[in-house]
């Protein structure tokens, strides 16, 4: 049997090549869907590179072959018979992106092939590559495919000025009202006003010390903008789904969920100050009904398995925003918890957890949405007179404040001062810290109310969120 030839078509590299030739203006058209290497026949990707180079300082028949000449490519390429015949053979009517959209098609087939075959190579256990290993290797090297098949990579000063003004004359035209944001809104107002609003690609990292309330912060980010029907999937490896489902359903009720576990109060107990321990019927109803709330998240995944590696978080973020048609919000809790590649384990800490982050930022610029990251902070907020958390509590690693594009830190001064009297205010004020902010102002401030009993987080006055 003989062996087949990879995909292509010759006459469409030449009609690309003689309308670039027969009218150069449309070479930056050509170029913005074709590089040199997507022609399959060598003598085409040469004089195509030579073609890009000539554009700006004057190209028709005779610079070119001069060109190629002068460089000993002209023979290689067939001599300047094989250029005239590019314009004599060229089709009536001519339509160069047309042809280089098909040049392009058979370009992304070719390299799909090449993928798969290399897939097929790395598959067998003599390769010595582990499961996870090879799954991200595939999906690293598909990914290189679909990038080739993406434009706009790279643009001129020019394109991207002129790209942005038409922002900016768009956001003229439609103001924002008072308290929104351009990026996505986390439903929180006080945390909207930290960070402007979440980008697509972003990573952001909450941090605090244990049960400070970033976890917390993280899930009921994800509720808010869920129950606007927006796309999330959450990592959660610490927490099962039913134990987030529960803080959701506590957060909207205002019923802690260590009432319903008691169960309903025994007759026996009620009237007594025992019934305060148990979920009465009203508690019941105003739980359940948050539960039938929360079953509409119809676009909200969660994943609670233990001890995934960051090449199985990229993967299974990939999948999911494939079936969900693009994801709006990854949060992950948490970065300790991410397990390490194998060949991960040589390196010290430091770089190891870096890894996991800058990961995560890739993971963020694939996906098209913001990533948040629960991180915790070091020990050494607890020996410092002033224990407000600074960039540079973040555990193991400053390559963690290099990745992330917005850093915010939590502090609760009754972390601190556990004998405050139950009415305090300091119990329920949590401080949200913009310790860094790639785009925006850093080193301000906001305080939330954050009733941990109920996992509900409300602006000051709100008695609802």
């Known amino acids: 049997m003989a062996e087949r030839l990879p995909p292509y078509s010759e006459e469409a590299e030449k009609a690309v090549l003689g309308a670039g030739l027969i009218d150069p203006d449309q070479i930056a058209g050509i170029a913005a869907v074709l590089a040199p290497e997507d022609f399959y026949l060598e003598r085409h990707q040469t004089i195509f590179a030579c073609m890009l180079e000539l554009e700006r300082s004057g190209l028709d028949f005779v ?58 190579k790395i598959a ?19 990914m290189e495919v679909t990038a080739r098949r993406l434009e706009g990579g790279a643009v001129t000063a020019r394109e991207a000025a002129s790209a942005h003004y038409d922002q900016v004359e768009y956001w003229a035209q439609h103001p924002l009202a008072y308290g929104e944001v351009r990026g996505l809104s986390t439903g929180i107002p006080s945390l909207d006003t930290l960070t402007g609003g979440l980008r697509p690609g972003t990573l952001i990292l909450i941090a605090a010390r244990p049960s400070v309330g970033k976890s917390a912060l993280a899930f009921e980010m994800a509720r808010r903008v869920a129950r606007r029907g927006g796309r999330v999937l959450i990592f959660s490896m610490e927490m099962t789904a039913e134990e987030i489902m529960a803080r959701w359903a506590s957060a909207i009720s205002g019923v802690p969920s260590d009432l319903l576990e008691r169960g309903l109060c025994p007759q026996e107990l009620r009237g007594s100050k025992a019934e305060a321990y148990y979920a009465s019927e009203e508690d019941l109803e105003a739980y359940a009904q948050a539960l039938v709330e929360v079953t509409e998240y119809r676009h909200v995944v969660v994943d609670a398995r233990a001890g995934l590696t960051a090449a199985q978080i990229r993967a299974t973020a990939l999948m999911h925003a494939r079936k969900l048609e693009g994801l709006e919000l990854v949060i992950l809790d948490h970065t300790g918890l991410i397990h390490e590649d194998r060949g991960d384990r040589r390196d010290h800490a430091a770089r190891r957890e870096g890894r996991k982050s800058q990961a995560m930022k890739e993971l963020a610029k694939e996906v098209g949405a913001p990533v948040v990251l629960v991180q915790q902070l070091s020990r050494t907020t607890e020996i410092r007179h002033n224990k407000r958390p600074v960039l540079s509590d ?13 850093v915010v830190g939590l502090y609760n001064e009754a972390y601190y001062e556990p004998d405050l009297t139950p009415g305090d205010r300091k119990r329920e004020e949590l401080a949200l810290l913009c310790l860094k902010h790639r785009n925006g102002a850093a080193q301000t401030q906001v305080k939330v109310r954050y009733e941990r009993e109920i996992s509900r987080f409300s602006e000051w006055g709100e008695s609802q969120t």
Do not use: F
């Open 124 to 142: 067998w256990p003599s390769a010595g590559l582990s499961c996870e290993e090879l799954l991200s290797e595939a999906n690293r090297s598909l």
């Open 63 to 120: 610079t070119l072959t001069d060109a190629l000449e002068q460089r000993g490519q002209l023979e290689k390429v067939g001599g300047r018979a094989a250029v005239q015949l590019l314009l004599d053979q060229l089709p009536a009517a001519i339509h160069a992106e047309h042809y280089a959209r098909l040049v392009s098609d058979y370009a992304v087939r070719r390299r799909a092939i090449e993928h798969g075959m290399r897939v097929v």
């Open 394 to 406: 973040l555990r193991d690693s400053g390559e963690h404040e290099q990745n992330a594009d917005i």
